[in-house]
């Protein structure tokens, strides 16, 4: 009795330990093909980016790879169909110990790239590591998949195997060469219904995954691809901008203009003797201070999409342009300090020193000790300190700027408070004015409102004119109303020695193709180039 107890309990063992395998298993799988079927329903999809950054002892490697077009969609190919086939190997249970070879492959390669060493802690949050990290769990977790087969539970490997029996057992009663050892008679044996419906039970998983992935990612319809193609005869697309399907309420693919198609970098001039591109990579998008209108979500969207590594991404290939200034507020400049530090970029900042008035002195402190190679007076500051008639707090600011050896600026959304500021006898080394037209169907002008910069366009360029200090023209786009191949060409044309222009990383090869156009097209204007 105490040998049939014992054998209960070690049957029971043995039932629990192939259901948690088989969880594991299928959980680990699950993951694998959910990455490899969202990477493979992303447009333009690349591992750059991932590759790019990576560091530790072989960053190296992975850099050379992202830089090599041919190389990269390779990797890009094997990162895709790799997840997928070893995330369908896993949840099928269908050659399970070679998928699961594959996996720990993958996420060693994973861990390679961005080894979680001994870096600056960045706080407690979950998302930082130190040594071990999720890929290095997930490594763990298949090395037992691996050692400890689930095969006699919810898996295709059974039929797999019994398929491949039976198929060498015809082979040798046919008398045809059979390279492998003959199947014994428990081998030839079929399986019972049982042991069938058991290895069929993972394709029910994938069903399941099937059903979820189509909820989250939506469902195709005829209807919408109507839809699709109506809205694409009535609203053009931006030129590098390709509309080809809607397959939920928000998704549209596109693809867009990449590195290998710039035309040139953008050329530099001087501002005092600090050497600025034409076109400044302006920070509102990066920090979130997205002008939406009424759109409240817009702003959070925009922070989700600029994580650290795309603001990264986004300054390298700014650099690659030939844009060397960067413009935004000092909040910023902890990530611009890392992107120093860890991409090694030389990608200059100037510091808008925005904020309440009484805050302007420690906002340009905090910005001369982080580095920033130039200060102004941001517009909204320096239009609430005139119309507080307390002008003087401007050219305080100018001269603690100087004082650190950094051009100072003045900037503005109203005219008059360049005006003013002239009255008073300031001369800074730069302006930062608003210029755009009036031309965009939500321009409504009234008191506090977020869809017009510049009320008074071809006043401004009228009176700028008459400055011989360097222009920096800013919302030329009027916070995306306006089509950056009009935009851009109206503030050159009109007077503004620089453009600084917020963009998306997806938007920078067509925005710096288009300032090379219209460069050469605006020599001929009224206000001399002052910089």
């Not at 830089?67 to 895709?80: F, G, H, K, R, T």
């Not at 961005?114 to 870096?119: D, E, S, V």
Request: hydrophobic share 45%; charged share 20%; aromatic share 10%.
């Amino acid at each position: 009795m105490a040998d049939n107890g014992e054998q209960t309990k070690a049957l029971a063992a043995s039932r629990s330990e192939v259901i948690v395998m088989t969880l594991l298993r299928v959980a680990v799988g699950w993951h694998f093909l959910y990455e490899g079927c969202t990477k493979l329903m992303t447009p333009g999809w690349s591992s750059a980016g991932f590759l790019a950054s990576s560091t530790g002892w072989f960053s190296g490697i992975f850099k050379a790879l992202a830089e090599s077009p041919s190389l990269l969609w390779a990797v890009d190919q094997l990162n895709i169909w790799g997840l997928t086939l070893v995330g369908l190997g896993l949840m099928l249970g269908a050659y399970t110990r070679v998928s699961a070879i594959c996996g720990v492959t993958m996420l060693a390669l994973y861990y390679l790239a961005h080894p979680p060493l001994f870096g600056p802690a960045v706080g407690p949050a979950e998302g930082h590591y130190l040594i071990v990290n999720k890929n290095l769990v997930e490594l763990f977790a298949l090395l037992v998949v691996m050692v400890r087969p689930t095969s006699r539970l919810v898996a295709v490997d059974p039929l797999l195997s019994h398929w491949w029996v039976r198929m060498r057992t015809r082979k040798a009663e046919a008398g045809e060469a059979v390279t492998s050892p003959t199947p014994s008679v428990a081998e030839r044996d079929p399986l019972g219904r049982r042991a069938i419906l058991a290895s069929l039970t993972s394709v029910g998983f994938l069903g399941v995954f099937v059903i979820n992935v189509l909820k989250k990612h939506g469902w195709a319809s005829h209807e919408e691809d109507q839809l699709a193609s109506k809205l694409k005869e009535k609203v053009p697309a931006e030129p590098g901008t390709k509309t080809d399907a809607v397959s939920g309420a928000t998704i549209k693919e596109f693809t867009f203009t990449k590195m290998d198609a710039l035309k040139g970098q953008i050329p530099h001039a001087k501002i005092g003797d600090m050497e600025v591109s034409r076109m400044i990579l302006g920070g509102n998008l990066v920090g979130g201070w997205a002008h939406a209108r009424d759109l409240i979500y817009v702003s959070s969207l925009v922070k989700a999409y600029h994580h650290k590594w795309k603001v990264f991404e986004t300054l390298e290939m700014a650099e690659k342009c030939g844009i060397n200034t960067f413009l935004t507020n000092p909040v910023l400049c902890k990530v611009i300090n890392e992107y120093w530090k860890e991409r090694k970029g030389k990608i200059q900042f100037i510091s808008d020193c925005g904020g309440k008035p009484k805050d302007l002195t420690n906002r340009i402190k905090m910005s001369i000790d982080n580095g920033a190679a130039a200060c102004y007076v941001q517009g909204g500051t320096a239009d609430r300190i005139v119309q507080l008639k307390k002008t003087e707090l401007i050219g305080e600011a100018l001269e603690l700027i100087r004082k650190n050896g950094l051009p100072a600026g003045i900037g503005a959304h109203k005219l008059a408070t360049v005006k003013a500021c002239v009255d008073a006898g300031f001369k800074p080394d730069f302006w930062m004015k608003t210029l755009h037209e009036s031309n965009y169907w939500s321009y409504t002008p009234q008191e506090k409102c977020d869809n017009v910069w510049c009320d008074n366009a071809k006043e401004t360029a009228e009176y700028m004119a008459t400055r011989e200090e360097p222009w920096i023209a800013f919302k030329t786009l009027a916070a995306g109303a306006i089509r950056p191949s009009h935009g851009f060409r109206f503030a050159f044309q009109h007077g503004a020695d620089f453009i600084c222009v917020g963009m998306y990383d997806f938007q920078m090869v067509d925005n710096v193709n288009l300032v090379l156009k219209v460069l050469p097209e605006s020599q001929k204007r009224h206000r001399p180039w002052c910089a």
